[in-house]
């Protein structure tokens, strides 16, 4: 597979920002009530996931619905 960047310098930085922001606050969570980590670990996968994407600067969800788009727009052209 080949990955090209698909969201802006400034997606990628908010997407950083509220990782790590969900980040610190699940992780707070969980050292402070070690026995309810369950929903915050939840939390703390998907910030770490959000903060790979801004740092990658590639989403996959952004690539799927792009993709979807190009497979209708040529679907409609071969049914004229």
């Known amino acids: 597979m080949n ?3 698909n969201i ?3 997606n990628a930085l908010m997407r950083i920002t509220c990782g790590f922001t969900l980040l610190t606050w699940a992780m707070a969570k969980m050292v402070k009530k ?3 980590n369950q929903s915050y ?3 703390v996968m998907l910030s770490a996931m959000k ?3 801004g740092i990658l600067r590639y989403c ?3 690539d ?3 993709n979807g788009q190009n497979f209708m ?3 409609s052209k071969q049914e004229k």
């Open 3 to 5: 990955f090209k960047q």
């Open 41 to 43: 670990l939840f939390v």
């Open 51 to 53: 903060i790979g994407e």
């Open 8 to 10: 802006s310098i400034i």
């Open 64 to 66: 799927a619905m792009e």
């Open 73 to 75: 727009k040529n679907e």
């Open 34 to 36: 070690p026995w309810k």
């Open 60 to 62: 996959p969800v952004v």
